[in-house]
Structure formats: C-alpha cells, structure tokens
C-alpha cells in the first residue's frame, strides 16, 4: 500500500515553544491530507482537513492559530503546535489521500507530543 | 448517538479463536467501509476495504457488510497473539471523502 512517513515520532517541548510535525506521502500525490488527535485509550479526533495549495478547514473548537497546518505541496504538509502547552500533549496523526482515491486513507506512524 | 457504534472492549480471546468485530451506524448514505488496525503509539494500518454490501476475504481476514442492518464485521480467523491491536471501522458516503469512525475495538489474544 501507500506510504505516509511522519516525523518526528516523539518530541518532548517546553511550555512556550512551537513545535513543527511533518507529514510526507512517499509514492503518491497527496491532494488531500487530515490531521488528528488521538488521546490515550480514544479513538481519532479529526483536527483539520487541508488540500495542497488551499488553507486548511479545520474542524469546530480547533484553534486555528494554535495548530498551523500548512499543506505548500503535493507531498508534504506539515502541523505546527505553536505556544505548546501541557494540554497540547497527545499523539498526532496525519493522514493522506491522492487525487485518485477511492476513499482509503492511508496513516503516516504518529508523533507522540510531550509538553513539559 | 453517534453516528458510528464500536464495543470500545477489550475483547480478549485464546490464540486460535475466530474473532468477530463489529461496528453498527445510523447513516444509510455510507457506502465505503474500511477496517483499520492500531497498534499501540502507531498509526492506524489498513486492513480491509470495501464498498456497499457483500463478504470480503483477505488471508485470516473477511470483512462483511450488510447495509439493510447498517451493520459491519470484521472476523479473523485463527487468531494470534500480533493480533493483538486496536481495531478501527470506519466509513464515508463518497470516495475521497471524509472518514467518520468509530471508537475503535480493542483486541487482545492470548498465547
């Protein structure tokens, strides 16, 4: 199948600084990328939808400043926590679909984000 | 309600068993329906793809749906232990659009 990389796998911040998660599809044209959350023991919680070239939409109650997602080419987008805070921790997934989808997504690995 | 229904488990079974997963939803327009399986602090992985109704198998895997009940299933059979995982269904109304899943299933099989 598809291949989504993600980095950084984990990143430990201190309050008060950004923190930038990329999201690259390998062997395909991304049109389309998601971001989620995922809190422990819970499913995805869709963050924001963004198309190459186009602002993201996110979803209602994510904070668009704080959460930048920029999508500036067919195989990268990138999720920038800006001002992390101890809250902000959790596994962050991207996902990503290609022009031709037929509606699978295919999931890079997850960034496990840790705030001190 | 949600729209998408998932026993969150855990379902722990013997290694061998048949194990049957299942997700129910209230939106008849769905008509993609993927199972995807997580592993703990990874990405989900598909696992099964199919569209409107009918069985679809894959090696251990069979996916079916039955869109008169809004009812799926994922059955793995003779179950091992890397079996064990966060199951995940989820559906869309069109290709290419949004998924909405469910809570995820989580599976643990027992040597």
């Known amino acids: 199948g598809a291949v989504v990389s993600q980095h950084p796998s984990r990143v430990i911040c201190k309050s008060g600084t950004s923190v930038k998660i990329e999201c690259r599809s390998l062997?395909?044209?991304?049109?389309?990328m998601f971001w989620y959350r995922q809190f422990p023991k819970q499913s995805l919680m869709l963050m924001a939808t963004s198309n190459e070239g186009s602002k993201a939409t996110y979803e209602q109650g994510v904070e668009k400043d704080k959460f930048l997602i920029n999508h500036a080419s067919l195989t990268l987008s990138t999720l920038t926590v800006t001002s992390a805070h101890p809250e902000d921790s959790s596994f962050y997934i991207c996902s990503a679909q290609g022009a031709r989808s037929t509606g699978e997504l295919f999931f890079g690995e997850g960034s496990r984000l840790t705030v001190l | 309600q949600k729209e998408v229904e998932q026993d969150p488990g855990p379902l722990s079974v013997p290694e061998g068993a048949i194990v049957s997963l299942n997700c129910t939803y209230s939106?008849?327009?769905?008509?993609?329906f993927m199972w995807y399986r997580q592993y703990s602090r990874k990405g989900p992985e598909l696992l099964m793809y199919t569209y409107s109704s009918g069985n679809k198998e894959d090696g251990r895997f069979t996916a079916q749906v039955d869109k008169s009940s809004k009812y799926i299933s994922l059955f793995i059979r003779d179950s091992q232990p890397s079996d064990s995982a966060t199951y995940l269904c989820?559906?869309?109304?069109?290709?290419?659009?949004?998924?909405?899943f469910g809570g995820g299933t989580r599976l643990m099989v027992k040597p």
């Open positions: 062997d395909f044209q991304a049109t389309t």
């Open positions: 989820a559906m869309s109304v069109n290709a290419g659009n949004m998924l909405t």
């Open positions: 939106n008849s327009a769905f008509q993609y």
